[in-house]
T-cell receptor
């Protein structure tokens, strides 16, 4: 059974650019969450999608957005990149959220 | 707002020994779930164990067990017979259901090193 797949694994972007990260959840999982992980702020929740609808959103500026497709695959977009957006972005999926989420290996974004 | 606190930034343990990682949380909710996740250097977060707040019985998964004290809002993780492969960063996490489905609130993590 395939796990949560995130692409790309590594990304280097220039300040001011935009970036799109992709996440393919485990087959059958309809809830997909995104997190930002940095050494200073730790793990912070970005947003959660279920059946193409955003159900929850964290405290991030509007430059951070996401979407979910009908096959449950999800993307997150960051526009007008800032140096502080450099982080590991983790995607997680779940069939039953109260059982916990399965995480992908993340996308390491570096903004220069 | 809910918060999760892990007061031990780093810990070490000898192989085959037992170690306990601490976690406290703050909430006024009654319906929530608690989790411990492990993040090895490979960076993939792995679910170690989960606990439902309405269950008084402490969860166990092989060498991993928790001490859940609801009134004290404490959720510690005990690792028995520590193995080298247990070396990782461990995160305690809280999720309120149903309102905050998918929104895990994490502690700052505890780096555990298992020494041979």
């Amino acid at each position: 059974k395939a796990g949560v797949t995130q692409t790309p694994r590594y990304l280097i972007k220039t300040r001011g650019q935009q970036v799109t990260l992709s996440c393919s959840p485990i087959s059958g999982h309809r809830s997909v969450s995104w997190y930002q992980q940095t050494p200073g702020q730790g793990l912070q929740f970005l947003f959660e999608y279920f059946s193409e609808t955003q159900r929850n959103k964290g405290n991030f500026p509007g430059r951070f957005s996401g979407r979910q497709f009908s096959n449950s695959r999800s993307e997150m977009n960051v526009s007008t990149l800032e140096l502080g957006d450099s982080a590991l972005y983790l995607c997680a999926s779940s069939l039953y959220p109260h059982y916990g989420y399965t995480f992908g290996s993340g996308t390491r974004l570096t903004v220069v | 707002a809910q918060t999760v606190t892990q007061s031990q930034p780093e810990m070490s343990v000898q192989e085959a020994e037992t170690v306990t990682l601490s976690c406290t949380y703050d909430t006024s909710e009654n319906n929530y779930y608690l989790f411990w996740y492990k993040q090895p250097p490979s960076r993939q977060m792995i679910l170690v164990i989960r606990q439902e707040a309405y269950k008084q019985q402490n969860a166990t998964e092989n060498r991993f067990s928790v001490n859940f004290q609801k009134a004290a809002k404490s959720f510690s993780l005990k690792i028995s017979d520590s193995q080298l492969g247990d070396t990782a960063m461990y995160f305690c996490a809280f999720m309120k259901l149903p309102d905050d489905t998918g929104k895990l609130i994490f502690g700052q993590g505890t780096t555990l090193q298992v020494k041979p």
